[in-house]
């Protein structure tokens, strides 16, 4: 594309050159080569999202790939037991059967995990996508998404959010948080955490005791954003404050302080849903003698 460009300013230039372009020749060239600009840098963004996407299914078949082997190890282990009890036990085919049931039991249950973990795993993906297609490049600028270990976290600058040296939210982080609310809104499963972060330095102000007090007040501005202004449902919002304890970067430095100073909106699978699961574990023999 870049060099077909090229090509076609070479070719205006050669038509000026000649004295054989009218102004409404060179108009309509003009107005083709903006046209070819801009699927050119259409197509840089395809490809930059092409390969983000590319990383994203990478990481998931390496998941994949870990779980797989961890159930071909548990898969091992209780043909080790079926082994060993058909070797030592002398009612062989009354225990056999005992144990092949303990067997489909564990394999059903463990079968129910690894499905709640793909469910989680997709949903999660789809949610971090839909959220970053949401936000503009400015916006993406102040706000960073990860997923760890089955968890999406929304870490949110300090700049953005609050007006300087205060919990109240800027006029400026209205639409981000109303794109968040709405990714929240959409993924009714999901338990959000809002935790505020401080660098090191005291804080000031006669209604705020310390860095303590600013974290809690800066989280419970944003749980109450989201509840009042947004309408996410409260039962699935907590507000926490970790003062200047959970730093990310070094504090000696002005880059370090203001990366430290944060809000983290943490979103994950409710865990009443995951606690039903282990509830349901199968017992083994042992488990029901004592």
């Given at each position: 594309?870049?060099?077909?460009?090229?090509?076609?300013?070479?070719?205006?230039?050669?038509?000026?050159?000649?004295?054989?372009?009218?102004?409404?020749?060179?108009?309509?060239?003009?107005?083709e080569?903006?046209?070819?600009?801009?699927?050119?840098?259409?197509?840089?963004?395809?490809?930059?999202?092409?390969?983000?996407?590319?990383?994203?299914?990478?990481?998931?078949?390496?998941?994949?790939?870990k779980?797989?082997?961890?159930?071909?190890?548990?898969?091992?282990?209780?043909?080790?037991?079926?082994?060993?009890?058909?070797?030592?036990?002398?009612?062989?085919?009354?225990?056999?059967?005992?144990?092949?049931?303990?067997?489909?039991?564990?394999?059903?249950?463990?079968?129910?995990?690894?499905?709640?973990?793909?469910?989680?795993?997709?949903?999660?993906m789809?949610?971090?996508?839909?959220?970053?297609?949401?936000?503009?490049?400015?916006?993406?600028?102040?706000?960073?998404?990860?997923?760890?270990?089955?968890?999406?976290?929304?870490?949110?600058?300090?700049?953005?959010?609050?007006?300087?040296?205060?919990?109240?939210?800027?006029?400026?982080?209205?639409?981000?948080?109303?794109?968040?609310?709405?990714?929240?809104?959409?993924?009714?499963?999901?338990?959000?955490?809002?935790?505020?972060?401080?660098?090191?330095?005291?804080?000031?102000r006669?209604?705020?005791?310390?860095?303590?007090?600013?974290?809690?007040?800066?989280?419970?501005?944003?749980?109450?954003?989201?509840?009042?202004?947004?309408?996410?449902?409260?039962?699935r919002?907590?507000?926490?404050?970790?003062?200047?304890?959970?730093?990310?970067?070094?504090?000696?430095?002005a880059?370090?302080?203001?990366r430290?100073?944060?809000?983290?909106?943490?979103?994950?699978?409710?865990?009443?849903?995951?606690?039903?699961?282990?509830?349901?574990?199968?017992?083994?023999?042992?488990?029901?003698?004592?």
């Open positions: 594309m870049k060099h077909s460009i090229s090509l076609f300013t070479m070719v205006v230039a050669l038509f000026l050159l000649s004295g054989c372009v009218t102004k409404k020749k060179y108009a309509s060239l003009q107005t080569k903006s046209k070819l600009e801009t699927q050119y840098q259409n197509a840089q963004l395809q490809l930059a999202e092409n390969k983000a996407n590319i990383k994203s299914l990478e990481e998931r078949l390496a998941e994949a790939q779980a797989n082997a961890e159930l071909k190890a548990s898969y091992a282990a209780l043909q080790n037991s079926l082994d060993k009890s058909i070797q030592q036990n002398s009612q062989g085919n009354v225990n056999i059967s005992k144990l092949v049931d303990e067997i489909n039991a564990s394999n059903k249950f463990i079968k129910q995990l690894v499905e709640a973990k793909d469910k989680s795993d997709s949903l999660n789809v949610l971090t996508n839909n959220l970053t297609r949401s936000l503009s490049r400015d916006e993406l600028q102040d706000v960073d998404i990860k997923v760890l270990k089955g968890v999406v976290y929304i870490s949110l600058s300090d700049n953005m959010l609050y007006k300087s040296g205060s919990y109240e939210i800027s006029d400026r982080a209205g639409e981000t948080l109303s794109k968040i609310a709405k990714i929240i809104t959409d993924y009714k499963d999901y338990d959000v955490l809002v935790e505020g972060n401080t660098d090191t330095d005291p804080i000031s006669p209604n705020i005791r310390n860095n303590w007090d600013l974290s809690a007040l800066r989280a419970s501005s944003v749980v109450q954003a989201l509840q009042n202004l947004y309408g996410v449902d409260p039962s919002l907590t507000a926490a404050g970790r003062g200047e304890y959970n730093p990310i970067a070094d504090n000696t430095s880059a370090g302080k203001q430290n100073r944060r809000t983290q909106i943490i979103i994950t699978p409710k865990l009443d849903q995951f606690m039903d699961l282990i509830e349901k574990a199968p017992e083994t023999e042992g488990e029901q003698m004592q």
